[in-house]
């Protein structure tokens, strides 16, 4: 696995020069899911707090902690997101093609996983849903079965679902391609 830190556009190039209706068609799909990702964040959040209010709790109160536990989770959940995408297929980790990066530009700057060698339909859906079940699904559920869980697992859980949002979108557009479709080759 290799470790990618991108400053330009060009230093990230694709296999394959895809057609312009097919980046027209994501980069729409992009767009959708910014606005759901701006969005589902504050939802999740308010969610989280009348889901634990009678039970909410911070580590510690003092300004410097309470602060740290609010802020911390808007860092490294992006970070965690990517992890658990690469942890979804363990065997791609070793592929030689297999990256993980951070794109920096500015205040679009992100965080990225792309797996090596052949992938399926179904290993890609796996992998793109793996992060939201896990941060965010079972945080959730575990709220709502009555748990007492921490005010930073809210943050983020509520971080993550946004992040979640073009990951889950492509997953429901690839259920559309027939079982056992390879999505690329090695």
């Known amino acids: 696995?290799?470790?990618?830190?991108?400053?330009?556009?060009?230093?990230l190039k694709t296999q394959t020069p895809l057609p312009a209706a097919e980046v027209l068609a994501y980069t729409?799909?992009?767009?959708?899911?910014?606005?759901a990702t701006i969005y589902s964040i504050p939802i999740?959040?308010?969610?989280?707090?009348y889901l634990a209010l009678p039970h909410v709790y911070v580590i510690d109160k003092t300004s410097f902690w309470f602060a740290l536990q609010l802020f911390a989770p808007c860092i490294y959940t992006a970070f965690l997101h990517e992890i658990v995408?690469?942890?979804a297929i363990p065997t791609k980790l070793t592929h030689p093609d297999t990256?993980?990066?951070?794109?920096?530009?500015?205040?679009?700057s992100y965080v990225f996983f792309r797996p090596g060698g052949r992938i399926t339909r179904e290993q890609f859906i796996?992998?793109?849903?793996l992060p939201f079940i896990v941060l965010t699904v079972i945080p959730f559920t575990l709220l709502a079965?009555?748990?007492?869980?921490?005010?930073?697992?809210?943050?983020?859980a509520s971080i993550n679902l946004g992040l979640s949002s073009l990951d889950v979108m492509k997953s429901v557009l690839l259920l559309k391609l027939p079982f056992g479709a390879i999505l690329r080759e090695e």
């Open 1 to 11: 696995m290799r470790f990618i830190v991108i400053r330009n556009v060009a230093e």
């Open 126 to 129: 796996w992998m793109s849903i």
């Open 85 to 87: 995408h690469g942890l």
């Open 145 to 156: 079965s009555g748990h007492s869980l921490p005010l930073w697992l809210g943050l983020l």
């Open 99 to 108: 990256a993980f990066g951070i794109h920096l530009q500015g205040l679009r």
């Open 28 to 35: 729409k799909l992009q767009i959708v899911a910014g606005r």
């Open 44 to 49: 999740a959040i308010v969610l989280w707090i």
